[in-house]
């Protein structure tokens, strides 16, 4: 049974940082995608940045610059550094963890960027 667990969402004003933080468990296959997406509300969940098990990263335009993705194969980590957020960034922000036809899902951790 794999379990993903986000922490580190939370208020922040526009222009401040954040850290998510999310913690794989179980039988994980070693050649696997981490990664983060969104969904804002009335909206799609989007693709936000994602990383391969050998480092390889995509990004959504709109967080180029800003969010840096990283992870740490040993401790079964990812992580999203947040910089210079913006209100659009307001969203449930949600781990995810895949490999072939298998996609594993966290429940999600709430990022909200207000003055």
């Known amino acids: 049974q794999v379990q993903l667990v986000e922490s580190g969402g939370g208020l922040v004003q526009p222009g401040g940082s954040l850290r998510l933080s999310c913690a794989a468990s179980?039988?994980?296959?070693?050649?696997?995608?981490m990664g983060w997406y969104r969904q804002a509300p009335g909206k799609e969940r989007e693709l936000v940045a994602i990383?391969?098990?050998?480092?390889?990263?995509n990004y959504a335009d709109s967080v180029k610059g800003r969010f840096t993705i990283s992870r740490d194969n040993g401790k079964k980590m990812v992580y999203l550094q947040m910089n210079s957020l913006k209100p659009e960034d307001t969203a449930v922000y949600y781990c995810?963890?895949?490999?072939?036809?298998?996609?594993?899902w966290g429940q999600g951790t709430q990022v909200t960027v207000s003055s």
């Open positions: 995810y963890l895949g490999w072939y036809a298998r996609n594993y």
């Open positions: 179980g039988s994980i296959f070693s050649i696997n995608t």
């Open positions: 990383i391969t098990s050998d480092g390889s990263t």
